[in-house]
Every structure is written in structure tokens, then in C-alpha cells.
């Protein structure tokens, strides 16, 4: 177990709604990094948090966004939610930006 | 061309077998490889970790890293049951942010016949 604690595991929505999950990083990590994780692929990176400030952005549109707070948890917000959203949503968190990161057991997300 | 390629699955092989799995991968800034474990329904746990070319051995497990041809390997012996799931290699470069972000495999997976 890497101590790196996701909610809620399951979540079905339908299209259009917003979502918000939450990451508990690894104690003593200040990074969080959020990714998305679609049916028979691998890890698509979606954003990295470091110290509470976006630290760096991958390929996907405004509705995604999200937060850190000062104990280095984290949410990920999705707006207008769309089917292509479906998918299980990872959080990875690091001691440091730019060290090994530890990931969570997902979020798995249905929507319909 | 994506990013990083890796072989396609499924692989079955018997108990006791050695595996090879590899990826290939085109972004020259990429530094650091590392291979990781999926068991179904579960987060990907890390497994291997290596900067830059080299060697690196843990248990039943190497990994293997060639900059020069741009290629990734991790070698499984005597391979066992437990050791089913679905192997990601995944790549970063230097630095933070988005530099640091893993560049993921698709991933493949792997049987062990007992």
C-alpha cells in the first residue's frame, strides 16, 4: 500500500453533471498529480499540484480542473460531464514535483 | 507516432518462465523509466525505477534501459501466478510540472499458467 487513499471508488453520473474527487497524498509528500485512465489504456497525465499551485497542465480542456489544500490533499473537479469521461481517475502523489511518484487506487467514473 | 510504444498482449506463458516485455518510445528529453504493475481494478505500484541507461536488478526482476535505441525491458524469472496483471512501462523528463509528468505505455498483460 502506498498511503495514498482515494474517494469515492465508484461514482456513476450522467452527461452533463459535474464530479468532484478527492486524493489524500502519501504523508510527508507535497505533489499530487491527477490522471485519467481509459479502458484498456494507460495513464493520460491531466494536471500536477505542488505547494497548492497548478504546476503543470497535460491535454485536456478547461472543464477539468482542481485543487490542493495547505495539508497537500487534492480534488479534481470535472464539469459538463461528457460519455468520453468514463474512464478511472488516478492520483499519484511525490515527496517533491519531479520525484517517484505513488499512486492511488482510482476512482472508477461511469457516466451515462 | 505516440510517444511510447509497447508491445501488444496478451502474453500467457507457464509457471517458471522468463517474460520480456518492452517498450519503445520516440522524446529523446525522457530520463527517467519505470516499469509499473496493475493488478485489475487496482492503482498502478510502482516496480522498477532507472535513470538513464543501465542495468537495474531487484529480486526476480530487471529492468533494462538502452537511450541509444530508444528502448525499455523488464525481464521476469521464474516467473510465478501472482505475478498476473498489467505491466506499464511509463517515461519522464527533467524537472517539475509538466516535464515531470509519466508518459504512459498502453500497457500489457500478462498470464501465468500454473
Given at each position: 500500500?502506498?498511503?495514498?487513499?482515494?474517494?469515492?471508488?465508484?461514482?456513476?453520473?450522467?452527461?452533463?453533471?459535474?464530479?468532484?474527487?478527492?486524493?489524500?497524498?502519501?504523508?510527508?509528500?507535497?505533489?499530487?498529480?491527477?490522471?485519467?485512465?481509459?479502458?484498456?489504456?494507460?495513464?493520460?497525465?491531466?494536471?500536477?499540484?505542488?505547494?497548492?499551485?497548478?504546476?503543470?497542465?497535460?491535454?485536456?480542456?478547461?472543464?477539468?480542473s482542481?485543487?490542493?489544500?495547505?495539508?497537500?490533499?487534492?480534488?479534481?473537479?470535472?464539469?459538463?460531464?461528457?460519455?468520453?469521461?468514463?474512464?478511472?481517475?488516478?492520483?499519484?502523489?511525490?515527496?517533491s514535483?519531479?520525484?517517484?511518484?505513488?499512486?492511488?487506487?482510482?476512482?472508477?467514473?461511469?457516466?451515462? | 507516432?505516440?510517444?511510447?510504444?509497447?508491445?501488444?498482449?496478451?502474453?500467457?506463458?507457464?509457471?517458471?518462465?522468463?517474460?520480456?516485455?518492452?517498450?519503445?518510445?520516440?522524446?529523446?528529453?525522457?530520463?527517467?523509466f519505470?516499469?509499473?504493475?496493475?493488478?485489475?481494478?487496482?492503482?498502478?505500484?510502482?516496480?522498477?525505477?532507472?535513470y538513464?541507461?543501465?542495468?537495474?536488478?531487484?529480486?526476480?526482476?530487471?529492468?533494462?534501459?538502452?537511450?541509444?535505441?530508444?528502448y525499455?525491458?523488464?525481464?521476469?524469472?521464474?516467473?510465478?501466478?501472482?505475478?498476473?496483471?498489467?505491466?506499464?512501462?511509463?517515461?519522464?523528463?527533467?524537472?517539475?510540472?509538466?516535464?515531470?509528468?509519466?508518459?504512459?505505455?498502453?500497457?500489457?498483460?500478462?498470464?501465468?499458467?500454473?
Amino acid at each position: 500500500e502506498t498511503g495514498v487513499t482515494q474517494s469515492p471508488t465508484h461514482l456513476i453520473k450522467t452527461r452533463g453533471q459535474q464530479v468532484t474527487l478527492r486524493c489524500s497524498s502519501q504523508s510527508g509528500h507535497n505533489t499530487v498529480s491527477w490522471y485519467q485512465q481509459a479502458l484498456g489504456q494507460g495513464p493520460q497525465f491531466i494536471f500536477q499540484y505542488y505547494r497548492e499551485e497548478e504546476n503543470g497542465r497535460g491535454n485536456f480542456p478547461p472543464r477539468f480542473s482542481g485543487l490542493q489544500f495547505p495539508n497537500y490533499s487534492s480534488e479534481l473537479n470535472v464539469n459538463a460531464l461528457e460519455l468520453d469521461d468514463s474512464a478511472l481517475y488516478l492520483c499519484a502523489s511525490s515527496r517533491s514535483a519531479g520525484e517517484t511518484q505513488y499512486f492511488g487506487p482510482g476512482t472508477r467514473l461511469l457516466v451515462l | 507516432q505516440k510517444e511510447v510504444e509497447q508491445d501488444p498482449g496478451p502474453l500467457s506463458v507457464p509457471e517458471g518462465a522468463i517474460v520480456s516485455l518492452n517498450c519503445t518510445y520516440s522524446n529523446s528529453a525522457f530520463q527517467y523509466f519505470m516499469w509499473y504493475r496493475q493488478y485489475s481494478r487496482k492503482g498502478p505500484e510502482l516496480l522498477m525505477y532507472t535513470y538513464s541507461s543501465g542495468n537495474k536488478e531487484d529480486g526476480r526482476f530487471t529492468a533494462q534501459v538502452d537511450k541509444s535505441s530508444k528502448y525499455i525491458s523488464l525481464f521476469i524469472r521464474d516467473s510465478q501466478p501472482s505475478d498476473s496483471a498489467t505491466y506499464l512501462c511509463a517515461m519522464s523528463g527533467e524537472g517539475t510540472g509538466a516535464n515531470s509528468k509519466l508518459t504512459f505505455g498502453k500497457g500489457i498483460t500478462l498470464s501465468v499458467r500454473p
